[in-house]
């Protein structure tokens, strides 16, 4: 059982760059979101899903985007990427949409940008 | 708006100590819950426990435990007798609201030396 897979692990961009995270889950989880982890700040909430179509932001979503065609997927795309995105971003899904629901998370992508 | 604040940054104990990693939480939500999930060096993100607001019970599992004190706005984790596997970064979170959305504090680094 493969879980929630995130490709690639690690990235070097230079600014400007777009690229796209990819990840995938394989539990039928109808809840999927994209956090980024910062030293000193914990993780903060990039976007959400609650189901296939339905999207929403977080916290910090200014620069990034999603979808979210299939229960399976739900990449994040950095459309012009800058410094300050140079992070470490973690996808999670959790079998309910609401507050109660643990998440489970990928290993993480390491991002870079130069 | 919700906070988490984990007001250790990091923590050094040798090995068989006990320890206590503090999170205090503010949220005017009556219903809410309160995790604690584990990163060890790899890097993954590990669910460890789940809190309700309606429920201020101690628990315990195996060498870890948990204080809920809703007076304090409290949640803090205690390692008994701690192991070098427990060497990680600990961070609480909170949810609130009809989505998932996790604000999580900002991480305790614990270090366990043998």
Same mark, same amino acid.
């Given at each position: 059982?493969?879980? /929630?897979?995130?490709? &690639?692990?690690?990235? /070097?961009?230079?600014?400007?760059?777009?690229m796209?995270?990819?990840?995938?889950?394989?539990?039928?989880? @109808?809840?999927?979101?994209?956090?980024?982890?910062? &030293?000193?700040?914990g993780?903060?909430?990039?976007?959400?899903? =609650?189901?296939a179509?339905?999207? *929403?932001?977080? @916290?910090?979503?200014?620069?990034?985007? /999603?979808? $979210?065609?299939?229960?399976? *997927?739900?990449?994040? $795309?950095?459309?012009?990427?800058?410094?300050?995105?140079?992070? =470490?971003?973690?996808?999670?899904?959790?079998?309910?949409?609401?507050? $109660?629901?643990?998440?489970?998370?990928?290993?993480?992508? $390491?991002?870079? /940008?130069? | 708006?919700?906070?988490?604040?984990?007001?250790?940054?990091?923590?050094?104990?040798?090995? !068989?100590?006990?320890?206590?990693?503090?999170?205090?939480?503010?949220?005017?939500?009556?219903?809410?819950?309160?995790?604690?999930? !584990?990163?060890?060096?790899?890097?993954?993100?590990?669910?460890?426990?789940?809190?309700?607001?309606?429920?201020?019970?101690?628990e315990?599992?195996?060498?870890?435990?948990?204080?809920?004190?809703?007076?304090?706005?409290?949640?803090?984790?205690?390692?008994?007798?701690?192991?070098?596997?427990?060497?990680?970064?600990?961070?609480?979170?909170?949810?609130?609201?009809?989505?998932?959305?996790?604000?999580?504090?900002?991480?305790t680094?614990?270090?366990?030396?043998?």
């Open positions: 059982n493969a879980g /929630v897979t995130q490709t &690639p692990k690690f990235q /070097v961009l230079k600014t400007g760059q777009s796209t995270l990819q990840c995938a889950q394989d539990m039928n989880h @109808e809840y999927m979101s994209w956090y980024r982890q910062d &030293p000193g700040m993780l903060r909430l990039i976007h959400y899903s =609650v189901g179509g339905i999207t *929403d932001q977080g @916290e910090v979503p200014n620069g990034y985007n /999603v979808s $979210r065609s299939t229960t399976e *997927d739900f990449p994040l $795309r950095l459309l012009s990427a800058a410094p300050s995105q140079t992070s =470490v971003y973690f996808c999670a899904s959790s079998y309910t949409r609401g507050p $109660r629901g643990e998440l489970f998370f990928g290993e993480g992508s $390491r991002l870079t /940008v130069l | 708006a919700q906070k988490v604040t984990q007001a250790q940054t990091e923590i050094s104990v040798v090995e !068989k100590e006990d320890v206590t990693l503090d999170c205090v939480y503010e949220t005017r939500d009556t219903t809410y819950y309160l995790f604690w999930y !584990k990163q060890p060096p790899s890097g993954e993100l590990v669910f460890l426990i789940r809190r309700n607001s309606f429920d201020e019970q101690n315990i599992s195996g060498r870890y435990s948990w204080n809920f004190q809703k007076s304090t706005s409290s949640f803090n984790f205690t390692i008994t007798a701690s192991q070098v596997v427990d060497s990680a970064v600990y961070f609480c979170a909170l949810s609130v609201g009809g989505a998932q959305k996790l604000v999580f504090g900002q991480g680094r614990l270090t366990i030396n043998p």
